[in-house]
């Protein structure tokens, strides 16, 4: 805490806010790619997931819930959304559209490769909770391996994953000539 109580709270409540921002705009290629002839399936994703990013921030935003104890639900509040966001769009894709054209519109692979980045990066973040790795191994960890660090980390590769998949979903979309 740099400065006090109530600034710290102000900027970490930014911090998720952010995060949930950066969640949300990440949908658009997804459901884009997911539903390509279908823009009224699309346009409802987008909706559903804008209304979960706002029910996530409104709980953020509850001065309660930027308490260090809390940690553990804002980390289930954010995978919450998280799978939301994306597991279900793809869900109803591979219902709709069979799950080996789902798979090759979207970079199945490297979107997978994304969400297994941020399933570690939301296990750290509930493990820093309890201060894993860092209160088990005092000292160990103070310049490299710090749990905070290891999810920065994991989101970092987790957004490489993705810019990838976003990539082969564009080069697989436009090279197919996909028409509605």
């Given at each position: 805490?740099?400065?006090?109580?109530?600034?710290?709270?102000?900027?970490?409540?930014?911090?998720?806010?952010?995060?949930?921002?950066?969640?949300?705009?990440?949908?658009?290629?997804?459901?884009?790619?997911?539903?390509?002839?279908?823009?009224?399936?699309?346009?409802?994703?987008?909706?559903?997931?804008?209304?979960?990013?706002?029910?996530?921030?409104?709980?953020?935003?509850?001065?309660?819930?930027?308490a260090?104890?809390?940690?553990?639900?804002?980390?289930?509040?954010?995978?919450?959304?998280?799978?939301?966001?994306?597991?279900?769009?793809?869900?109803?894709?591979?219902?709709?559209e069979?799950?080996?054209e789902?798979?090759?519109?979207?970079?199945?692979?490297?979107?997978?490769?994304?969400?297994?980045?941020?399933?570690?990066?939301?296990?750290?973040?509930?493990?820093?909770?309890?201060?894993?790795?860092?209160?088990?191994?005092?000292?160990?960890?103070?310049?490299?391996?710090?749990s905070?660090q290891?999810?920065?980390?994991?989101?970092?590769?987790?957004?490489?994953?993705?810019?990838?998949?976003?990539?082969?979903?564009?080069?697989?979309?436009?090279?197919?000539?996909?028409?509605c």
């Amino acid at each position: 805490m740099s400065h006090s109580e109530a600034v710290y709270l102000s900027g970490i409540k930014a911090d998720f806010h952010g995060v949930l921002a950066l969640m949300w705009s990440s949908v658009f290629p997804l459901v884009h790619y997911v539903f390509p002839c279908s823009p009224y399936t699309r346009d409802a994703y987008i909706s559903l997931t804008g209304l979960l990013a706002a029910l996530c921030a409104a709980a953020t935003a509850r001065p309660d819930l930027g308490a260090v104890d809390l940690g553990h639900h804002r980390a289930a509040l954010f995978g919450a959304f998280g799978l939301g966001a994306f597991v279900l769009p793809i869900g109803h894709g591979a219902v709709v559209e069979g799950v080996g054209e789902v798979w090759e519109r979207v970079g199945g692979g490297w979107v997978l490769a994304t969400a297994g980045c941020n399933l570690i990066a939301v296990s750290v973040y509930w493990a820093k909770v309890d201060q894993f790795p860092e209160r088990w191994f005092p000292k160990t960890f103070d310049l490299l391996g710090a749990s905070h660090q290891i999810m920065h980390v994991m989101v970092l590769a987790a957004a490489l994953a993705y810019a990838k998949a976003v990539v082969f979903a564009f080069d697989y979309r436009h090279g197919r000539g996909l028409e509605c």
